[in-house]
């Protein structure tokens, strides 16, 4: 589909696009790309070159696209990422549903913290390329995205405990995680403990209740966990260590009920 650049930036505004272009460089006065010099410049149209707008992946035409359906690796984003826009007398050829190309286009500015922020309610996942992460901001992205915690810079027990109470996968993305979050995680999906290091045995007693077979995926057993195990189900005997089964007495067993 192709129409003007009035009509697309309608139909952009109407759908409350944000309209970025990658360019790998940080000057934008005098640039050659592939044998067309466009006049880059802050808030000044392109010079106007001929396009193929009937053709994807061809010479000729300025691409861009969405910023929700854009995929640039982070340390790029600040540096070579630009808010664009497209004159009313441009011809803007749209191929798919985040893929654009445009015989002219106006460079608005480098995308930074203070035009991030106020999309990230929308697009939680631009949270990672904020150099600040106000708290507020962050908790309102976890409660959308809980995986968004792994971008998070310094995350809070508030932030850490709402991204776990959503996903407790999460907890994985926590350097130090506190016992409080530990046991909300084993309490949502037991079997974490197979990726969890160094747990309390507590922690690890919680899980066996929740599910006996958990006790096979936990590293370095002790007695009052295998023993919870085997009370929940005695099947989890075949789970329980050797050097752990030596220690046990079935006359222990019993009174520990």
Request: proline share 8%.
């Amino acid at each position: 589909m192709i129409v003007n650049g009035k009509d697309f930036r309608q139909m952009a505004a109407a759908s409350q696009w944000i309209l970025i272009k990658f360019l790998p460089f940080d000057d934008l006065d005098g640039v050659g790309i592939n044998g067309y010099v466009y006049n880059y410049g802050r808030n000044i149209p392109l010079e106007p070159i001929s396009v193929n707008m009937f053709e994807v992946c061809t010479e000729g035409g300025l691409y861009f696209t969405k910023i929700e359906t854009a995929k640039f690796p982070i340390q790029w984003v600040q540096k070579y990422v630009y808010l664009v826009d497209v004159p009313d007398d441009a011809y803007v050829a749209c191929y798919e549903c985040n893929k654009f190309k445009s015989s002219e286009l106006i460079i608005i500015s480098q995308l930074d913290n203070h035009i991030y922020q106020p999309y990230c309610a929308k697009y939680p996942y631009l949270l990672q390329y904020l150099d600040v992460q106000p708290p507020d901001l962050c908790l309102m992205a976890i409660r959308k995205e809980p995986t968004l915690l792994r971008f998070i810079k310094r995350p809070t027990p508030e932030i850490c405990m709402e991204a776990i109470k959503r996903n407790p996968k999460t907890i994985l993305f926590i350097e130090e995680p506190t016992y409080e979050m530990y046991m909300l995680a084993i309490e949502k999906d037991p079997f974490l403990v197979a990726h969890l290091r160094n747990l309390p045995e507590e922690v690890n007693i919680a899980a066996v209740k929740k599910n006996w077979r958990v006790l096979q995926q936990i590293p370095i057993q002790t007695p009052r966990v295998c023993i919870e195990a085997i009370l929940q189900s005695p099947q989890a005997i075949r789970h329980v260590q050797t050097r752990i089964r030596a220690l046990m007495h079935p006359v222990k067993i019993l009174q520990s009920d």
